[in-house]
């Protein structure tokens, strides 16, 4: 099930608690091209197909990381990217983000995710994983 860029926008908003939707959106935007190079295969492209054409399109972007950030990187990587962020202010962004990603990826392609991703994602993705 594709999650449609306004149902994206409107839970993005709602958790960030933005004053509107082109904030909503600028986050998604910077947190979906940082993600979307640490993803790689299948993975990428299953979440990919989850979300609308225009983040997808941003997910699959051909932005690749040299090296997987930390999530304390990720956030401050977010941080340079966002115009007038401070780190608090990118992981409340990142959180955001994340967790509506999480949501419309489902349980078993988010575990196929954090694969991916350095220890603590999890964290991020508001889905903390047992020891």
């Known amino acids: 099930m594709t999650l449609r860029m306004e149902a994206f926008l409107d839970r993005v908003a709602e958790r960030g ?3 509107n ?7 998604a ?6 993600l979307g190079a640490h993803l790689v295969g299948e993975v990428r492209a299953q979440l990919a197909a989850r979300l609308s054409d225009g983040f997808a399109l941003i997910l699959l972007s051909p932005l690749q990381a040299t090296e997987p950030l930390s999530p ?6 977010t941080a340079a990217w966002i115009e007038g962020a401070t780190e608090q202010t990118a992981a ?7 967790s509506t990603v999480a949501d419309a990826a489902g349980d078993d392609l988010m575990s196929k995710i954090l694969l ?3 220890p603590g994602y999890d ?6 994983q047992p020891n």
């Open 17 to 19: 608690e933005y004053a």
């Open 21 to 27: 939707r082109q904030e909503a959106d600028r986050a």
């Open 29 to 34: 935007r910077v947190v979906l091209a940082l």
């Open 72 to 77: 304390e990187r990720f956030v401050r990587a």
């Open 92 to 98: 409340w962004d990142v959180s955001a983000v994340l």
């Open 116 to 118: 991916q991703l350095p």
């Open 123 to 128: 964290l991020l993705f508001g889905h903390p």
